[in-house]
């Protein structure tokens, strides 16, 4: 069976051409359908690929042309031509100076439509722009919810100076937080970096062109849309295994003892050392969670009292825990637009609540557009456009990462014997939430 297989193996030839002007095309995958056999076109815009002439079937696909499969029937020399994707040509894109097609903009550039966005469950449109096109970088400084990614477009222009796009919004340039526009009510997104923009904007579009135009009302009747999402969200990756209380005490006391051995004056011996070390141990971490005395804590060989257990549940020695939740999303965004042959009209409203996975981290957004347009006379249009904002945002301070008030550092700097909470010996229970701190070797709260 396999050598028959080898003998139907054949070269297969052909020349990839465009419909349009009949120019060989460049770099087109070509693939062998079910295999993992492919190929593509050179220079000249021609290919060879193994495949077997009786039974199989080519795949093409180019960037910016429709994908065809060419049954070979036989055939050894294979002529393809490729038609150009009419959705991608009738793209709108917008520019600095009005509105063009895919087909007759000639400068480069990266459009985001209504559809495109609708799919994905996003809080600020920057997210929206990220992979967009080539060139096109989104850089999230934080994970907070409503944080603004930074977009940089083919590079960055300054060591010291601003790297930010010109955000531009239905014609007018735009300098509040884009974090304030509801992806909703977003109707086309087009990234500009060339010489059109730069002449339009001068030196602010150096850095790129974003435009924004927002949706506006169509011909017919009245519609009504209402849309509700929600979701999750929660720590992408696992925690890293960590020492818990049997673990730490060991290897504190480990520590210490080599320390005494070490030490430039008056070292002592291994003996001594780890005498010593049994002996304060304790006292030197400040806190004793087991329910053995600290005499008799750790052994002077390291080993920690077989009759040793915890006073507390092991969930109340994780300081992590409590900082932590599982985040919900909640959206809610209606519409209503109509329009006759001479003025159009769009009104919406939004509504989002995103509580990050973080303690007292959320964001809160109201959203409210009005769009009316109408045309007088042939020569002369009238429109109003208004926009209202509400955001209430609470930021955990998680910005530096060395810092105490950073709860990811504070948390990964308590060691695992130290409590979350106050305990109640007598009921054995935690009862307030308590922060402690170690100060000159002693537990304060």
């Not at 209503?336 to 009104?347: E, L, M, V």
């Amino acid at each position: 069976m396999i050598s028959v297989a080898m003998m139907a193996q054949s070269v297969v030839r052909g020349m990839v051409t465009s419909s349009e002007d009949g120019e060989p095309l460049i770099g087109v995958n070509i693939l062998v359908k079910g295999s993992t056999t492919g190929t593509a076109t050179d220079l000249d815009g021609k290919f060879e690929i193994q495949a077997n002439p009786a039974s199989d079937v080519l795949l093409i696909s180019y960037t910016g042309y429709t994908s065809q499969e060419v049954a070979l029937n036989g055939r050894t020399t294979v002529d393809i031509q490729l038609e150009v994707s009419a959705s991608l040509l009738n793209e709108v894109i917008v520019t600095a100076f009005g509105e063009s097609t895919r087909e007759k903009f000639t400068g480069s550039a990266a459009s985001v439509g209504a559809p495109q966005i609708a799919r994905r469950p996003i809080t600020n449109i920057s997210q929206a722009i990220a992979g967009a096109g080539a060139g096109i970088q989104a850089t999230i400084g934080s994970g907070q919810p409503g944080a603004t990614p930074a977009i940089r477009i083919r590079g960055f222009g300054s060591v010291s100076g601003s790297n930010s796009p010109l955000y531009v919004v239905d014609g007018i340039p735009f300098d509040a937080s884009v974090a304030n526009l509801n992806p909703d009510d977003i109707e086309n997104i087009t990234v500009l970096k060339d010489a059109a923009s730069t002449s339009l904007y001068g030196s602010r579009a150096a850095n790129g062109v974003i435009m924004i135009t927002t949706k506006k009302g169509t011909k017919g009747e009245g519609k009504i849309n209402v849309k509700y999402t929600r979701g999750t969200s929660q720590r992408g990756l696992p925690e890293y295994d960590r020492l818990n209380a049997t673990q730490y005490y060991p290897l504190m006391w480990e520590g210490y003892r080599n320390s005494l051995m070490s030490r430039v004056s008056n070292p002592l011996t291994l003996e001594a050392a780890s005498a010593n070390a049994s002996a304060q141990i304790v006292t030197l971490l400040g806190y004793n969670p087991f329910n053995v005395a600290a005499a008799d804590l750790v052994s002077t060989s390291g080993v920690l009292n077989s009759s040793a257990q915890l006073i507390y549940k092991e969930e109340d020695l994780d300081w992590a825990a409590p900082l932590i939740r599982k985040g919900v999303r909640n959206e809610l965004n209606a519409n209503y637009s109509g329009g006759d042959a001479n003025s159009n009209y769009f009104a919406s409203f939004g509504y989002l609540e995103d509580k990050g996975f973080l303690i007292r981290s959320d964001y809160l957004r109201y959203n409210a557009r009005l769009q009316y347009n109408n045309r007088i006379k042939s020569w002369f249009n009238t429109g109003l456009n208004m926009a209202y904002t509400n955001t209430v945002s609470n930021q955990a301070d998680a910005g530096s990462n060395t810092a105490f008030v950073n709860p990811f550092f504070f948390s990964r700097n308590m060691g695992p014997i130290y409590p979350v909470y106050a305990y109640d010996p007598k009921n054995r229970v935690s009862i307030c939430w308590m922060p402690m701190a170690i100060a000159n070797g002693t537990l304060v709260t």
